[in-house]
């Protein structure tokens, strides 16, 4: 959990991903009620909230909780699955300053693993 209490990022060009997550982690860093380890972990939990809620949107989006009925739109859907992303993003910044660095090889390393060995 290094470089926890960096000063925020000069807002970078719209759309950057990157500079977008380094702002939200130095802003939710500047106003954490808990530090440290539980502050880390409180961290990672969040992100099992944001899957129950795509969850809970799947399920309004397909009627079948039948007390509730459809509560939920795909486009519900999609707007927690963009939740998941930016809390598991915001949760690896919050682990290394090298978020992207560290992304980016995995993603390689999954793109080639998965991908690497099709045959066609």
């Known amino acids: 959990m290094s470089d926890q209490h960096a000063e925020a990022p000069a807002p970078g060009p719209p759309g950057d991903l990157w500079q977008s997550v380094s702002r939200l982690h130095a802003w939710l860093e500047a106003d954490q009620p808990h530090g440290g380890q539980e502050g880390l972990l409180l961290r990672m939990l969040k ?3 944001e899957v129950g ?5 799947v399920i309004g989006a397909t ?3 039948p007390r509730k009925g459809t509560t939920h739109t795909w ?3 999609q707007s927690e699955l963009c939740d ?6 915001v ?5 290394t300053p090298d978020a992207r660095a560290v992304f980016t090889a995995h993603l390689a390393g999954v793109t080639e693993r998965s991908l690497g060995s099709r045959r066609g």
């Open 53 to 57: 809620e795509v969850a809970q949107a």
């Open 63 to 65: 009627g079948q909780n």
């Open 91 to 95: 949760a690896l910044r919050t682990l």
């Open 84 to 89: 998941v992303v930016i809390t598991a993003l």
């Open 75 to 77: 486009d519900d859907v």
């Open 47 to 49: 992100l099992q909230e």
